[in-house]
Every structure is written in C-alpha cells, then in structure tokens.
C-alpha cells in the first residue's frame, strides 16, 4: 500500500491526468479518427460498407448541395460575427461606466447567452410566424411592410443571423467589458487634458487597449457561429428548401435522415477542417496583434 | 463704465456657457440612459414575450393583433405537465446533467490540478480542441458504436456524449482555481506525511470548493441545454426536455401556449442557476479566455 502511495506521488503528472486522457481518447479522438476511415466506404447505416477510396471526397466537390451548405455556413458566420463584434463593443461602451442599476442590468444581458437554445428558438419561431408574429406586429406598427421572415428563402438567413445576434452580441460585450475596465483611468485623465474629445480617446485609447480581447472575441465567436446548429435547424431546419442549410445542418440530415453514414463522414471531416483551420488563422492574428 | 459692462456681459456669457454645458451633459445623459434601457430591453423581450405566450389562452394566442392585456390562465402549464410527460422529460434532463457532471468532476479535478501543477499546456491545449470542434463531428461514429452495443436510448449513451461537453469546461475553469491555490499549503501537507493524493483530496479541493461549485453548476447548464446529441441519441425512454419540446412541435398543430409554457420550464431552472453563478458564466463560455 505504501508503495502504491509512493509510486502515485513519484508519477502524479502522469497518473493524475490519465482518466481524463482516456476519456479524451475513446469519446474525441477515436471518433475522428473513425470518420477518416469512414469517409473511404460508401456505408449507409445498417447496411454494407464498401470500400471506395476517395470517391466520397470526389463526390462532395461536384455535389451543389455541399456548395449551397458552404455558402450558407460562410455567409451566416460573416454576417453574424461581424455584426455583433460592433453592437459588443457599442453595448460594452455603453455599460462602461456608473449608472444605478448596473449590477442587474450585467445580468440581464448574460440570458439570451444561457438560456436553453431550443426554447429560445421556438419563441422566435413563433415571433417570426408571418401572420401571427409579434415581429410583423412591430414592423407594422412604425409604418413599415409585413416580412415573410424565415418562410422567405432569402430572408431565413438574415433571420437567423438576428437571432444569433441577439443571443451572442452580450457575450463579446461581456468580454470587451473586462477588459476596458482594465484600461488604467489616468490614460483617459492624461487625454482629456491633452484636449481629445471622447470619440478620439475611443479610437486612440480603448480600441488598441482592448484589441487582443476583441481576437479572442473574434475567435470564440467565429468557431461557434460556423457551427451553430440549434438555432438553425429549430427555426428552420436548413429551409424553405435549403436556403439556410448549412454544413453542420446539411452533414446532420446526411447521416441522421439519409443514413448515409460515409459520406455524413466525409463532411464533418470537411466541417472540422474548416472550423479548426478558421480557430488557427485567428490565433496566429491574435499573435500578431 | 464700458469696461466693467463687457466685464459683466463676459460674466453672463460665461455663465450662458456653463448653462448650456449642464443642458448638453443633462441630454448625453438621458440619451445614454435611453439607449440603456432600450438595450435592455431588446434583451428581455423574448422572454416576455415567451411568459405572456405560456399565460394566455389559444384564442387570445393565435389573435392577429397582439394581446398584451389578459386574464392569466395556468392552463398551458397544466397541459404541458399532464398530459405531454413533463416531469418524465425533466427527470431524465436532470439525471444525464448530474451524471455527466459527477464524472466530469472525477475525470477533469484531478486533470486539472495536474496541468496547474506540472505546467502542462500540451494537455490543455487538447482539451482546448476537444471543445472547439463541431460537437457533430463525433456524433455520427457514437451514434454507430451505441447502436450495434445497443446503447441508444440509454442513460449510458447519454451521460458519455454530454460528458464531452462538461468535461473540458470543469478543466478549464479549475486550472486557474488551483494555479491560485499557495503551493506552500501543499507543501506543509507533504511535510505531515500526507501523499499527494491526500492533500488534493484534504487541502486543495477544499480550498477550491467554491470553483468547484461554479464549474458543477455551469457542466450542469451545458448539459441541461444540450440537443444535438440527446436529439440523436435519446428515445422514449430517456427524452430530455428540450428534444421532448422540439418534438412537440414537430407534430401535429402548435400550442402556442403549451409551447411557451414549456419553454417557461425549461429555461426556468437555468437561469435560477446562472444567478447563483452569474460571475463565472463568461469564464466558462469562453473557456477561461476571460475571468470573472
């Protein structure tokens, strides 16, 4: 027994880590590799897997529902990030400073975040039905013409892009919070009497202050919007037809609707590829910034 | 004469000055406070929306001009309750979270310590890209192992999927609780004969009780919010709440009120959590890049 407790201390770095590191084998890093063999064999669920080198790759390069899938992944990612990148930095300007309240009106912004995602999405499902909506309601209300919404081929993503926006805006303004209030005070007392306005100590002081929390931002962000997945296939489920479907959506539907278990393979390892190289490209920015 | 007029005329305009000064800092003001409230209330409106949605009744729901005036009615919440399983649903929702947070704890404390200890960053790192890969990436070879194990539908399959989710949040959020642990008090346990095992078990989870506390609650939510895998894996036997409501969608007609009311539930007990711990919810979302 005392030599068990003493080759335990001897080899703590090693054996306390090691359940974890197995679980991280057999739930993550088996799986991945499983889907590199996978994607060789043309294999629908239950069925006969056959060998056929590379031709799941071939086939996702010619198959314009793959294209449609990228397209629409890229283009809620680059709408939606973007876009909540400034309301973040517009709402943590705005609670960057003393005003009673602030303490709960912190906490108020951290719901949409928490919040179970399949209830939020079915909310704005029902807020964004095209004659019953509470959306329309207001669009009426100021004067404006009724939306279709995501029943609208073109409108869904945009739609979407609303919804991730309203739900991940607070995160990044959270994170840019902490970080102005890190800002040392003097810098801004030191340009007030140098004679900047406030929109200049914004540009010149807070900006470069904050910019290695606004990457950080960026990335956690970017990573998830490309593979938002509740909210979407709730809402509406990669429609009207596939006007919304991303990759994620899109690589669900082949291996959970279609079974067709290979070639569901061969997109996610597709869907990884993208996600990690993006998550890379970002770090090796923040590095430089 | 003249000099002493412009004097008081100088007076006056600079007083002019600061009067137009107060009323230009009153109106920043107020416009600040506006675009707070305002904010503020873009925040909320959904979950307003989602209350007054599980209070009122089918007709006053589905009426083509919002109702905002109505006498509540529990009714929704005693339809979602009775007759579609609730508490079933809620059950298994809470017994796969608690699950999986336990064994998140047991795998990922003693990992984490051993990364804030031993400078491990390699480790980190992995569990790192553990967490920002597409969670569906591993679903599909899972959904294939629990299906020839005849696992799907298990309790089993479920608490091992949702692990992968709690897992790497515990680690993350404990390694900067034991990197502040003094390594001193370590070292003085070493000292009275304790093995390593010992002060982790006695000195240091202790000291780290309130981390631990706030990583349990945060897996917990994680797991409790979970739908990709659950939608996947689970079956009539073990439904957890949020695939149970989206399939109550999925068929038949909408409630609208049935639907609110269980959207009511569902998010009700996360955010209860999330005030308990609202100073860590950041951290973890963000897997430590950002501290509380």
Not at chain 1, 84 to 94: N, Y
Not at chain 1, 196 to 216: D, L
Not at chain 1, 263 to 280: N, P, S
Not at chain 2, 205 to 234: E, M, R
Request: net charge positive; hydrophobic share 55%.
């Amino acid at each position: 027994m005392k030599s068990f407790s003493a080759f335990v201390d001897k080899n703590a770095r090693f054996i306390f880590p090691l359940p974890a590191v197995l679980a991280i084998l057999v739930l993550i890093v088996a799986p991945v590799v499983t889907n590199f063999v996978l994607s060789l064999y043309d294999y629908f669920v239950g069925g006969r897997a056959v060998y056929i080198g590379l031709e799941n790759y071939q086939r996702a390069f010619g198959d314009a529902r793959v294209w449609n899938g990228v397209r629409n992944t890229f283009y809620f990612t680059f709408t939606a990030v973007p876009l909540q990148l400034v309301l973040g930095i517009a709402i943590a300007t705005l609670f960057n400073r003393d005003f009673p309240g602030k303490g709960i009106a912190r906490t108020v912004i951290l719901l949409p975040m928490v919040a179970t995602p399949v209830a939020i999405a079915l909310i704005w499902a029902l807020m964004f039905n095209p004659s019953l909506g509470v959306l329309n309601y207001f669009l009426e209300s100021l004067g404006l013409p009724r939306s279709l919404w995501v029943a609208q081929s073109n409108l869904a993503i945009p739609s979407l892009v609303l919804v991730d926006t309203w739900q991940w805006s607070p995160m990044i303004a959270l994170i840019l919070l902490a970080a102005m209030q890190s800002v040392p005070a003097e810098h801004y007392e030191a340009a007030r009497i140098d004679g900047a306005s406030g929109w200049q100590s914004f540009w010149h002081i807070t900006i470069p202050s904050i910019r290695s929390a606004i990457v950080v931002a960026l990335i956690l962000r970017a990573v998830d919007a490309l593979k938002t997945f509740d909210i979407i296939y709730v809402i509406t489920e990669g429609g009207p037809g596939i006007a919304s479907e991303t990759l994620n959506v899109l690589a669900f539907k082949t291996g959970f609707q279609f079974f067709h278990a290979g070639y569901a393979a061969t997109l996610l390892i597709f869907l990884m590829f993208t996600v990690l190289g993006i998550a890379i490209l970002l770090n090796v920015i923040r590095r430089r910034v | 004469m003249s000099a002493l007029a412009s004097q008081a005329s100088q007076r006056e305009s600079a007083a002019q000055a600061r009067a137009r000064a107060q009323r230009l800092k009153l109106l920043k003001n107020v416009g600040i406070a506006a675009l707070i409230v305002l904010t503020l209330a873009i925040m909320l409106f959904p979950f307003y929306w989602m209350i007054l949605t599980s209070l009122r009744s089918q007709v006053d729901n589905v009426s083509r001009v919002p109702v905002w005036f109505f006498t509540p009615t529990w009714e929704n919440y005693q339809n979602v309750i009775a007759r579609n399983n609730f508490l079933e649903f809620t059950w298994n929702s809470f017994v796969i979270a608690a699950l999986s947070t336990g064994f998140g704890l047991v795998l990922g404390l003693p990992a984490a310590y051993s990364i804030a200890r031993f400078k491990q960053e390699g480790l980190a790192l992995a569990i790192l890209v553990a967490r920002l890969t597409p969670y569906i990436t591993y679903l599909v070879p899972w959904y294939l192992a629990f299906r020839s194990l005849g696992l799907i539908d298990t309790y089993v399959a479920l608490t091992l999927t949702h692990l992968i989710v709690g897992m790497p949040l515990i680690v993350w959020i404990m390694i900067s609780f034991f990197e502040n642990v003094p390594q001193d008090l370590e070292e003085a346990a070493f000292v009275d004969g304790a093995t390593r095992m010992g002060a982790f078990w006695r000195v240091i989870l202790p000291l780290s009780a309130p981390g631990i506390v706030a990583a349990s609650i945060l897996a917990f939510i994680f797991s409790w919010n979970q739908f990709l895998f659950s939608l996947v894996l689970s079956g009539p036997n073990t439904r957890p709440v949020p695939v149970a409501v989206f399939n109550f969608i999925s068929y038949g007609q909408i409630d609208f009120g049935g639907l609110g009311a269980a959207a009511v539930l569902i998010t009700l007990p996360v955010i209860i959590l999330t005030l308990i711990i609202q100073r860590w919810i950041v951290t973890g979302l963000t897997m430590g890049a950002v501290k509380g």
